[in-house]
């Protein structure tokens, strides 16, 4: 029984070795895990009401994100800059700084998806009021990341984020933004 | 162990993202808002209503004369326009057709592109960037016409000064238009449609014809005047000294109030056509020519739209009221200004001429008319291919150039009284001079309506409403308003000055939430 087991040892392992591949993947797998920093751009869209008072535009950002000794779950900090015009006097300008946990799916792809979900803070600025603060959001979001190389990381990312005025006296609504990217971003 | 070490470690992690997490949402939570600045994005303080009466509360009611006087029992069609349609609907430029099958208009529709606030720097805020479109009864139930008006769609603008507000109308229509072909038997009228709102309605855009045409083809910046598109109204607040209105979001709402004269000024026009073969002339309704007269061949009805605005913010105002004689209208101006920039000048060509009672005379002829440079029009060309017509336009051209050579370069020009003019319409300085006379003197172009009217019910009690606070002088009118028609200035050879139609009943000083009575 022994025998038949050691057997049965040493042709898995000879078949393992022989798909290099899977190594490779396992390579990649660590430089994934490594820390992280990046940016991102593409559309950012109002949503909901806040649609009807300011259009879509172009924005961008930045994060940094740390992994966890279980290499499916990052924790990342995130900020973007992000301007939304109109055809008349209407101006929002937006920046969001939020933490958020990334969880990738414990299945192994080429490509990496990942869901994430975090809060934080917003700094908002409206026109033509002229009035500026911060405000706290939420999000939730996923991405697709191809890894292109040990250090460069290539992907795409739909985040909702969600800005929260509920606390204020005589605010009706929240806001609601989707961002929608492509994103560089290298394993340092 | 390891595995244990890896699971503290992961967990200490773990608590900590969620410390970072904690502590960005908490350093935002102590920083943030006092103001829901989405909301403040959503909700307007502005509120902008338009008019289409005088008044600024408290209309007269429709006084359009009847049309017809006599219906033709056996083909069941008015063959006799009553005397006052004729004096006051029908405008004296239509003289081609008569036929007696026009209607009155029963509707007003307006047609809004956006509509802009200009600052003091004359930078232009986009603060209404909507399409809008209004159609009105010509009623008197009617939000248009009843003294309420429509409020508009517009966002905020930011708090500070602004001098002027620009209306982009695309369109202005009136139904009731009629184009008349003329065959052996008579006049064959059918219905003129136009478009508005993406549909076909039974109207004409009269819009498209409020341009000038007697003095600004031949000025050299003719070609880059647009005096349509936009219309733009000066908004003379008192709290600005005349020089605008402000806006300040502490508040909770300021109303800006625009108002365009409609009601009882609407009047009829004609207009021919010269490039189709078959004769065709179209009657069609708009705004009264009571400060730029329409002639004769005159295919534009410009210079009439009659605007005004004014803010108040509904948290400040008072009322003014009082008593005067019913059926007159009452008008509050800043106290101290002059009445006759409120009114016309009616005879300034006529300088010195005119007795001091009664005032105006219709026999003196329009203002227009008794300007030595209004030249005549040169005909339009005759692009189709009738014998008859072509043979009318020369017919036309030859008496075109008879009046112009009456002017140009010399000629006597008498004015109806008698006097006969010393200078000549015979240079382009004269001309310029004379036009410039003609809009200085006249008050033509400086003439602005009073922010704030009533007119006076039967029970002759007025109330303004929505006052701002300060002083103000209140004037009544001397006469019953007449219709298409507003109020003059005659020149008082006694006193050597103009004297106005409205009489001042008081002054007195509003404050917020008070109401001041006239004295």
């Given at each position: 029984?022994?025998?038949?087991?050691?057997?049965?040892?040493?042709?898995?392992?000879?078949?393992?070795?022989?798909?290099?591949?899977?190594?490779?993947?396992?390579?990649?797998?660590?430089?994934?895990?490594?820390?992280?920093?990046?940016?991102?751009?593409?559309p950012v869209t109002p949503a909901g009401d806040l649609s009807k008072r300011v259009e879509t535009n172009l924005g961008g950002g930045a994060f940094?994100?740390?992994?966890?000794?279980?290499?499916?779950?990052?924790?990342?900090?995130?900020?973007?800059?992000?301007?939304?015009?109109?055809?008349?006097?209407?101006?929002?300008?937006?920046?969001?700084?939020?933490?958020?946990?990334?969880?990738?799916?414990?299945?192994?792809?080429?490509?990496?998806?990942?869901?994430?979900?975090?809060?934080?803070?917003?700094?908002?600025?409206?026109?033509?009021?002229?009035?500026?603060?911060?405000?706290?959001?939420?999000?939730?979001?996923?991405?697709?990341?191809?890894?292109?190389?040990?250090?460069?990381?290539?992907?795409?990312?739909?985040?909702?984020?969600?800005?929260?005025?509920?606390?204020?006296?005589?605010?009706?609504?929240?806001?609601?933004?989707?961002?929608?990217?492509?994103?560089?971003?290298?394993?340092? | 162990?390891?595995?244990?070490?890896?699971?503290?470690?992961?967990?200490?992690?773990?608590?900590?993202?969620?410390?970072?997490?904690?502590?960005?949402?908490?350093?935002?939570?102590?920083?943030?808002?006092?103001?829901?600045?989405?909301?403040?994005?959503?909700?307007?303080?502005?509120?902008?209503?338009?008019?289409?009466?005088?008044?600024?509360?408290?209309?007269?009611?429709?006084?359009?004369?009847?049309?017809?006087?006599?219906?033709?029992?056996?083909?069941?069609?008015?063959?006799?326009?009553?005397?006052?349609?004729?004096?006051?609907?029908?405008?004296?430029?239509?003289?081609?057709?008569?036929?007696?099958?026009?209607?009155?208009?029963?509707?007003?529709?307006?047609?809004?592109?956006?509509?802009?606030?200009?600052?003091?720097?004359?930078?232009?805020?986009?603060?209404?960037?909507?399409?809008?479109?209004?159609?009105?009864?010509?009623?008197?139930?009617?939000?248009?016409?009843?003294?309420?008006?429509?409020?508009?769609?517009?966002?905020?603008?930011?708090?500070?000064?602004?001098?002027?507000?620009?209306?982009?109308?695309?369109?202005?229509?009136?139904?009731?238009?009629?184009?008349?072909?003329?065959?052996?038997?008579?006049?064959?009228?059918?219905?003129?449609?136009?478009?508005?709102?993406?549909?076909?309605?039974?109207?004409?855009?009269?819009?498209?014809?409020?341009?000038?045409?007697?003095?600004?083809?031949?000025?050299?910046?003719?070609?880059?005047?647009?005096?349509?598109?936009?219309?733009?109204?000066?908004?003379?607040?008192?709290?600005?000294?005349?020089?605008?209105?402000?806006?300040?979001?502490?508040?909770?709402?300021?109303?800006?109030?625009?108002?365009?004269?409609?009601?009882?000024?609407?009047?009829?026009?004609?207009?021919?056509?010269?490039?189709?073969?078959?004769?065709?002339?179209?009657?069609?309704?708009?705004?009264?020519?009571?400060?730029?007269?329409?002639?004769?061949?005159?295919?534009?009805?410009?210079?009439?739209?009659?605007?005004?605005?004014?803010?108040?913010?509904?948290?400040?105002?008072?009322?003014?009221s009082g008593t005067a004689t019913a059926g007159r209208h009452v008008i509050a101006i800043p106290a101290g200004s002059s009445i006759l920039s409120?009114?016309?000048?009616?005879?300034?060509?006529?300088?010195?001429?005119?007795?001091?009672?009664?005032?105006?005379?219709?026999?003196?002829?329009?203002?227009?008319?008794?300007?030595?440079?209004?030249?005549?029009?040169?005909?339009?060309?005759?692009?189709?291919?009738?014998?008859?017509?072509?043979?009318?336009?020369f017919l036309k051209y030859e008496n075109y150039k008879y009046e112009w050579n009456k002017l140009v370069p010399q000629g006597t020009f008498v004015?109806?009284?008698?006097?006969?003019?010393?200078?000549?319409?015979?240079?382009?300085?004269?001309?310029?001079?004379?036009?410039?006379?003609?809009?200085?003197?006249?008050?033509?172009?400086?003439?602005?309506?009073?922010?704030?009217?009533?007119?006076?019910?039967?029970?002759?009690?007025?109330?303004?409403?929505?006052?701002?606070?300060?002083?103000?002088?209140?004037?009544?009118?001397?006469?019953?308003?007449?219709?298409?028609?507003?109020?003059?200035?005659?020149?008082?050879?006694?006193?050597?000055?103009?004297?106005?139609?409205?009489?001042?009943?008081?002054?007195?000083?509003?404050?917020?939430?008070?109401?001041?009575?006239?004295?």
């Open positions: 029984m022994k025998t038949i087991s050691l057997y049965c040892a040493v042709a898995a392992v000879a078949i393992l070795a022989s798909f290099s591949d899977v190594f490779a993947y396992q390579e990649r797998k660590d430089y994934f895990s490594k820390p992280q920093f990046g940016g991102w751009f593409g940094f994100r740390l992994t966890f000794p279980w290499p499916y779950l990052k924790f990342g900090i995130d900020s973007s800059y992000q301007r939304f015009k109109s055809k008349g006097v209407n101006d929002l300008q937006f920046v969001p700084v939020y933490g958020n946990i990334l969880f990738q799916i414990p299945v192994e792809f080429p490509v990496r998806f990942q869901f994430k979900a975090g809060a934080g803070g917003g700094w908002l600025a409206v026109k033509p009021d002229n009035k500026n603060g911060w405000d706290p959001i939420f999000m939730a979001g996923f991405e697709v990341s191809f890894p292109a190389g040990r250090i460069v990381n290539i992907g795409l990312r739909i985040d909702y984020i969600y800005i929260y005025e509920g606390y204020i006296k005589g605010s009706q609504s929240g806001g609601h933004v989707i961002n929608t990217g492509i994103q560089l971003y290298f394993n340092i | 162990m390891r595995r244990g070490l890896d699971k503290r470690f992961c967990m200490k992690l773990l608590k900590q993202s969620t410390v970072v997490i904690l502590v960005l949402l908490f350093a935002c939570t102590v920083n943030c808002n006092k103001d829901p600045l989405l909301t403040d994005l959503k909700t307007k303080k502005l509120i902008v209503v338009l008019k289409g009466t005088y008044e600024s509360n408290s209309p007269m009611e429709w006084s359009m004369p009847t049309a017809c006087a006599h219906v033709d029992p056996v083909t069941n069609k008015c063959d006799t326009y009553t005397p006052e349609y004729l004096a006051q609907m029908q405008d004296d430029s239509v003289y081609e057709c008569n036929s007696t099958e026009d209607t009155l208009p029963n509707v007003f529709m307006i047609d809004l592109s956006e509509i802009r606030l200009w600052d003091t720097r004359g930078k232009s805020y986009k603060f209404a960037n909507y399409r809008q479109t209004f159609a009105s009864a010509l009623s008197d139930s009617d939000p248009m016409f009843n003294g309420t008006g429509y409020p508009l769609s517009n966002d905020d603008v930011p708090s500070k000064a602004y001098t002027c507000i620009a209306l982009y109308i695309r369109k202005m229509l009136l139904d009731g238009a009629k184009s008349y072909v003329a065959r052996d038997d008579g006049w064959y009228p059918s219905v003129v449609w136009d478009v508005y709102k993406e549909g076909e309605y039974p109207t004409f855009n009269f819009n498209a014809l409020q341009i000038h045409s007697y003095y600004d083809d031949l000025l050299i910046s003719s070609a880059s005047i647009n005096r349509v598109y936009p219309l733009i109204i000066p908004i003379n607040d008192l709290l600005t000294g005349g020089a605008g209105m402000f806006f300040n979001s502490k508040f909770s709402y300021t109303v800006l109030e625009i108002r365009m004269v409609v009601k009882n000024f609407i009047k009829k026009y004609e207009q021919k056509s010269t490039t189709s073969n078959a004769y065709t002339v179209k009657h069609f309704h708009g705004l009264s020519d009571w400060l730029n007269d329409v002639e004769k061949g005159d295919s534009v009805i410009g210079g009439n739209v009659l605007t005004v605005a004014r803010t108040y913010v509904p948290e400040l105002v008072g009322r003014i409120y009114t016309l000048n009616v005879d300034p060509y006529v300088d010195h001429a005119v007795t001091t009672t009664p005032a105006r005379d219709e026999s003196m002829g329009t203002l227009r008319g008794l300007n030595p440079c209004n030249l005549p029009k040169k005909p339009s060309y005759y692009t189709g291919t009738s014998i008859n017509r072509a043979l009318e336009y004015y109806p009284d008698s006097t006969e003019l010393t200078t000549y319409c015979d240079s382009y300085d004269t001309f310029k001079e004379e036009w410039n006379k003609y809009a200085k003197e006249t008050g033509i172009r400086s003439m602005v309506l009073p922010q704030l009217a009533v007119y006076v019910p039967s029970s002759g009690s007025f109330t303004i409403e929505n006052v701002m606070p300060g002083s103000y002088d209140v004037y009544v009118a001397n006469r019953a308003p007449e219709y298409g028609k507003l109020y003059y200035n005659h020149y008082d050879t006694g006193s050597g000055t103009y004297v106005s139609e409205f009489t001042l009943l008081g002054t007195v000083t509003v404050g917020p939430g008070s109401t001041a009575t006239v004295p």
